[in-house]
Protein backbone atom coordinates (compact mmCIF):
# COMPACT_ATOMS: atom_id res chain seq x y z
CA UNK A 1 0.00 0.00 0.00
CA UNK A 2 2.92 2.43 0.73
CA UNK A 3 4.48 1.68 -2.24
CA UNK A 4 1.15 2.25 -4.70
CA UNK A 5 0.77 5.81 -2.55
CA UNK A 6 4.77 6.96 -3.16
CA UNK A 7 4.54 5.72 -6.87
CA UNK A 8 0.91 7.67 -7.27
CA UNK A 9 3.24 11.12 -5.04
CA UNK A 10 5.82 10.29 -7.62
CA UNK A 11 3.66 10.37 -10.64
CA UNK A 12 1.90 13.56 -9.75
CA UNK A 13 5.01 15.64 -9.11
CA UNK A 14 6.23 14.79 -12.21
CA UNK A 15 3.46 15.77 -13.72
CA UNK A 16 3.26 18.85 -12.01
CA UNK A 17 6.59 19.42 -13.32
CA UNK A 18 5.64 18.94 -16.75
CA UNK A 19 3.27 21.05 -16.60
CA UNK A 20 4.81 23.73 -15.30
CA UNK A 21 7.95 23.60 -17.48
CA UNK A 22 5.62 23.44 -20.36
CA UNK A 23 3.74 26.56 -19.07
CA UNK A 24 7.44 28.58 -18.58
CA UNK A 25 7.88 28.61 -22.08
CA UNK A 26 5.12 29.48 -23.39
CA UNK A 27 4.52 33.15 -24.40
CA UNK A 28 2.14 35.97 -22.71
CA UNK A 29 -0.08 38.48 -24.46
CA UNK A 30 -1.97 41.04 -23.10
CA UNK A 31 -3.83 41.97 -26.27
CA UNK A 32 -1.00 42.89 -29.05
CA UNK A 33 1.71 43.02 -26.46
CA UNK A 34 3.43 40.55 -24.78
CA UNK A 35 4.96 40.52 -21.37
CA UNK A 36 8.84 40.07 -21.00
CA UNK A 37 9.82 40.26 -17.67
CA UNK A 38 6.53 41.87 -16.79
CA UNK A 39 6.68 44.56 -19.29
CA UNK A 40 4.56 44.55 -22.50
CA UNK A 41 6.30 45.21 -25.79
CA UNK A 42 4.67 45.12 -28.89
CA UNK A 43 5.15 41.80 -31.29
CA UNK A 44 4.05 40.05 -34.25
CA UNK A 45 3.44 37.05 -32.28
CA UNK A 46 1.15 38.85 -30.14
CA UNK A 47 -0.58 41.26 -32.77
CA UNK A 48 -1.30 38.60 -34.53
CA UNK A 49 -3.13 36.31 -31.93
CA UNK A 50 -5.23 39.43 -30.78
CA UNK A 51 -6.22 40.45 -34.90
CA UNK A 52 -7.62 36.72 -35.29
CA UNK A 53 -9.40 37.70 -31.25
CA UNK A 54 -11.18 40.50 -33.16
CA UNK A 55 -12.05 39.11 -36.08
CA UNK A 56 -13.89 36.53 -34.30
CA UNK A 57 -15.89 39.29 -32.44
CA UNK A 58 -16.86 39.96 -36.14
CA UNK A 59 -17.52 36.41 -37.12
CA UNK A 60 -14.58 35.46 -38.66
CA UNK A 61 -13.27 31.62 -37.72
CA UNK A 62 -10.05 32.23 -38.02
CA UNK A 63 -6.83 30.78 -35.50
CA UNK A 64 -4.00 33.19 -34.48
CA UNK A 65 -1.99 30.37 -36.12
CA UNK A 66 -3.64 31.03 -39.57
CA UNK A 67 -3.36 34.29 -39.07
CA UNK A 68 0.61 33.77 -38.67
CA UNK A 69 0.90 31.61 -41.19
CA UNK A 70 -1.20 32.58 -43.53
CA UNK A 71 -0.48 36.48 -45.00
CA UNK A 72 -3.25 36.36 -47.89
CA UNK A 73 -5.84 35.64 -45.54
CA UNK A 74 -4.51 38.63 -43.00
CA UNK A 75 -4.25 40.65 -45.59
CA UNK A 76 -8.23 39.55 -46.19
CA UNK A 77 -8.96 40.16 -42.98
CA UNK A 78 -7.23 43.56 -42.56
CA UNK A 79 -9.30 44.99 -45.53
CA UNK A 80 -13.08 44.48 -44.13
CA UNK A 81 -11.86 45.03 -40.33
CA UNK A 82 -8.51 47.20 -40.43
CA UNK A 83 -10.39 50.14 -39.26
CA UNK A 84 -10.55 48.93 -36.25
CA UNK A 85 -8.34 51.15 -33.71
CA UNK A 86 -7.59 47.92 -31.95
CA UNK A 87 -6.16 46.15 -35.12
CA UNK A 88 -4.28 49.07 -36.79
CA UNK A 89 -1.18 48.10 -35.75
CA UNK A 90 -1.16 44.53 -36.80
CA UNK A 91 -2.90 45.46 -40.34
CA UNK A 92 -0.32 48.19 -41.10
CA UNK A 93 2.17 45.18 -41.48
CA UNK A 94 -0.04 44.43 -44.62
CA UNK A 95 -2.13 46.88 -45.83
CA UNK A 96 -0.52 50.13 -47.34
CA UNK A 97 -1.09 52.95 -45.42
CA UNK A 98 -2.42 56.01 -47.37
CA UNK A 99 -0.17 58.66 -49.40
CA UNK A 100 -0.41 62.06 -47.69
CA UNK A 101 -1.25 64.34 -51.05
CA UNK A 102 0.87 67.12 -49.83
Same mark, same amino acid.
Given at each position: %???? !?? #????? %? ?8 ? *? ?7 ? +? !? ?14 ? !???? #? +? ?10 ? +? *? %? @? ?16 ? @???? #??? +?????? &? !?? &?
Amino acid at each position: %MLSS !DA #ARLCF %MTGAFVLAAA *TNAGAIECR +E !DYQIVQGRPISTPYCR !DGYL #A +EVARQYGYKISA +E *T %M @RNNPSRKEEICRFIGDDI @RVQT #ACS +EVTPLP &H !DS &H
